[in-house]
């Protein structure tokens, strides 16, 4: 039962235009959320984190925001950059278990 | 501050042997997990272990196992191996004494059984 979905594999944008990037899930005992990115043949890279008792983080052109009642989170991408062509992983941590739960990924290509 | 890093970075093997990675963590991290990945299907938690014990278990089979060693180094441990377990195997590294820690990963174990 897969508790943290990226329900696009893949998704293709043009240089200088917004990336958006959907995680859904299901365990309502997940309070942290982090995104992770990974190029081939590397181990992935943290990228951003958000905390369940916030809706919104930002860290230069990547921005989180979570909702909560929707069990949704979304990872934005502004402006989008050839450089930022990777697997994109969400994760989740369930409270007292210290476990990241990932999603499959989404494979994200900027074309220049 | 050295990052994860993980021996071998390849390995070939034959199906029903055996197989023993090796995960070093950054300096201070006491948390070593181990994660499996194969295409489609994300990453995988297998284990993690915390100042030498068990803490998490995934749902993998008694075929892979680990360890942890009193500086924190860790190995995982894949017996009779079979086809699928061709994979990246991936270990990653906090401190592991707060539960919303950034994990950070290391470059990945390539297994390919034949």
């Known amino acids: 039962d897969q508790q943290v979905k990226q329900n696009s594999p893949s998704l293709s944008v043009q240089e200088g235009r917004i990336s958006i990037l959907n995680c859904d899930y299901t365990?309502?005992?997940?309070?942290?959320f982090l995104w992770y990115k990974k190029y081939p043949a590397e181990g992935p890279t943290f990228l951003i984190s958000?905390?369940?008792?916030?809706d919104k983080n930002e860290d230069g052109r990547f921005t989180v925001f979570l909702n909560k009642s929707a069990k949704h989170l979304s990872l934005h991408i502004v402006p989008s950059q050839p450089g930022d062509s990777a697997v994109y992983f969400c994760?989740?941590?369930?409270?007292?278990?210290?476990?990241?739960?990932f999603g499959t990924g989404t494979r994200l290509k900027v074309l220049a | 501050k050295a990052g994860v890093t993980q021996t071998p970075r390849y390995l070939i093997k034959t199906r029903g042997q055996q197989v023993t990675l090796s995960c070093s963590p950054i300096?201070?991290?006491?948390?070593v997990s181990w994660y499996q990945q194969t295409p489609g299907q994300g990453l995988q938690f297998l284990f993690e272990?915390?100042?030498?014990?068990?803490?998490n278990k995934g749902n993998f089979p008694g075929r892979f196992s680990g360890r942890q060693f009193s500086n924190s180094r860790s190995e995982m441990n894949v017996s009779t191996l079979e086809l699928g377990d061709s994979a990246l195997y991936l270990c990653?590294?906090?401190?592991?004494?707060?539960?919303?820690?950034?994990?950070?990963f290391g470059p990945g174990t390539r297994l390919l059984v034949l």
């Open positions: 994760a989740a941590i369930e409270s007292g278990t210290y476990k990241y739960i």
């Open positions: 272990y915390f100042s030498e014990t068990q803490r």
């Open positions: 365990n309502s005992m997940f309070d942290y």
């Open positions: 990653a590294t906090k401190p592991g004494t707060s539960e919303w820690e950034t994990q950070y």
């Open positions: 300096s201070g991290h006491r948390s």
């Open positions: 958000i905390s369940s008792i916030k």
